[in-house]
């Protein structure tokens, strides 16, 4: 009588790795329970947390990191692709001890907004607004284009511009358009939805710093122009 061998699938749900690290995260895993995770799926000879164990008795971590794709390849069970998903983990785990994070962009006045923003909208001929979200310090933590407009026209609402900023827990927003006329004078409309994004932030507890009309070479601030 053929031996029976245990599948994940036949393994109660709170027990399998993956369902565990989502419950426990991945501190509660042992190690080849993560390796599980990686490789996904076994062998029709053994189920893929025993072909995790029995890698991990051949090699420790610190060898497996170093293990050519050759090397991994003759190990019963591990074909190209598995192979490859080893290397991939531990180049990332690599790279992660010598990562050093870019500082961000600051924004410290309007004309940082149009000198980031200028030449890009130069040839545009619709209406693009922009939002720039910012962190405590003033650093671009997200920038994106909330609306593509007309000719003469662009329609926001603030439901728009707040989702994207409270999605990335920002703490301040700048939000900028162009005017393709190259005239950045603002319009009625250009003040009226200013007023209404500031007046939301301050529901919210998002201060709108600035509105930066881009025009042809010149910019407009509603902030020094005192509408904010």
């Given at each position: ?191 009226e939805i200013t007023r209404k994004l500031v007046e939301t932030g301050k529901i919210i507890g998002i201060n709108v710093l ?19």
């Amino acid at each position: 009588m053929e031996e029976y061998k245990l599948r994940i699938l036949d393994m109660k749900k709170e027990e399998r790795p993956r369902e565990r690290l989502v419950k426990n995260g991945p501190s509660a895993l042992s190690d080849s329970e993560l390796l599980a995770i990686i490789l996904r799926t076994g062998t029709k000879q053994e189920n893929v947390i025993n072909l995790s164990q029995r890698i991990l008795s051949e090699y420790n971590l610190k060898q497996l990191s170093t293990t050519s794709l050759d090397q991994l390849t003759r190990i019963h069970g591990i074909k190209e692709s598995k192979a490859a998903q080893i290397a991939a983990c531990f180049e990332i785990a690599r790279r992660l001890e010598s990562f050093i994070e870019e500082e961000k962009p600051k924004i410290n006045s309007p004309e940082d907004v149009y000198r980031r923003i200028y030449p890009r909208m130069r040839e545009q001929k619709k209406e693009n607004f922009i939002e720039l979200c910012l962190d405590t310090k003033n650093q671009i933590i997200k920038e994106e284009t909330i609306s593509i407009g007309s000719l003469n026209a662009n329609i926001v609402h603030p439901r728009e511009v707040f989702k994207t900023a409270l999605a990335v827990s920002a703490a301040h927003i700048i939000v900028t358009h162009n005017h393709p006329s190259g005239d950045p004078s603002p319009s009625r409309e250009d003040i009226e939805i200013t007023r209404k994004l500031v007046e939301t932030g301050k529901i919210i507890g998002i201060n709108v710093l600035d509105h930066v009309i881009i025009g042809d070479g010149r910019h407009f601030s509603m902030k020094e122009a005192g509408h904010i």
